[in-house]
């Protein structure tokens, strides 16, 4: 097995052509034509997943967020991207990225959130020509109240606490979603009437809505994580026999709540 063989199954899902402009999903570091016995997944690549990949034998990491997602000026084990960096090429690991790639495909992010709160008549919330776009909307499975649908989806993303913009007064039924950090979306919502917007990393001034429509920050971790056990049943799918794993501390959640 080569590291492209890797990358072929994963871009068959989440074509690298359909990223977006400013981000830097596909192979960052090692060769498509290097070895592979193992991969290893995890949302992020932290120092402890590249430990944990040499730990375990996996010499090739497949993550959602990009290791590197811009031009480095230095490589030391000092930062943790550095160090990062610093442990993969040493290992001789190669890593690899689908972020808005898995971002922008109905069955990745936004559609694993759609799964989860049990929508119905799903789409793309933006979508492009072919198709392809960021976020997700559809229906719930009956109209519930702002409260209810509150407790709704802190039950189904098993949340402790959210942040929401003033409730709405009517009951909600459509419901739009983007996973990560979707406040550029937010208009994108409200156009396509939705009643409540799910997302992560929203600011204070989006969270003064107009009048029928609700925003929820649910995290940004939250709202992720579920593409990694998606990576994970698409590579097992196609290498049944091959070593996969995902990492046994994926929660590299960097927010804390106390």
């Given at each position: 097995m080569k590291v492209k063989d890797i990358i072929r199954v994963i871009e068959d899902f989440a074509p690298l052509s359909i990223q977006e402009k400013w981000d830097n999903?596909?192979?960052?570091?090692?060769?498509?034509?290097?070895?592979?016995?193992?991969?290893?997944?995890?949302l992020d690549c932290t120092p402890e997943l590249v430990d944990e990949a040499a730990a375990c034998g996996a010499d090739m990491i497949v993550t959602h967020h990009p290791l590197i997602f811009s031009g480095l000026k230095k490589i030391t084990p000092d930062d943790p991207t550095g160090a990062a960096v610093y442990k993969a090429v040493s290992a001789g690991i190669s890593v690899y990225a689908a972020h808005t790639t898995a971002d922008?495909?109905?069955?990745?992010?936004?559609?694993?959130?759609?799964?989860?709160?049990?929508?119905?008549?799903?789409?793309?919330?933006?979508?492009?020509?072919?198709?392809?776009?960021?976020g997700a909307v559809g229906y719930l499975p009956s109209p519930m109240s702002a409260g209810e649908a509150i407790s709704y989806v802190k039950e189904k993303f098993a949340l402790k606490?959210?942040?929401?913009?003033?409730?709405?007064?009517?009951?909600?039924?459509?419901?739009?979603?983007?996973?990560?950090a979707g406040s550029s979306l937010i208009d994108r919502a409200v156009a396509a009437g939705a009643d409540l917007y799910v997302t992560g990393d929203v600011?204070?001034?989006?969270?003064?809505?107009?009048?029928?429509?609700?925003?929820?920050?649910?995290?940004?971790?939250e709202s992720e994580k579920d593409i990694v056990e998606i990576l994970f049943s698409l590579l097992k799918k196609n290498f049944p026999n091959f070593a996969v794993r995902i990492s046994e501390n994926q929660n590299s959640n960097p927010i804390y709540y106390f």
């Open positions: 999903s596909g192979l960052c570091i090692g060769s498509p034509e290097a070895a592979v016995t193992s991969v290893l997944l995890g922008k495909v109905i069955a990745g992010v936004s559609g694993a959130m759609a799964a989860r709160l049990c929508l119905n008549d799903v789409s793309v919330l933006d979508p492009g020509e072919d198709g392809t776009g960021l606490t959210v942040r929401v913009s003033r409730p709405v007064g009517g009951p909600v039924r459509k419901v739009a979603l983007c996973g990560g600011s204070y001034h989006h969270f003064f809505t107009v009048p029928g429509f609700m925003i929820m920050d649910i995290g940004h971790y």
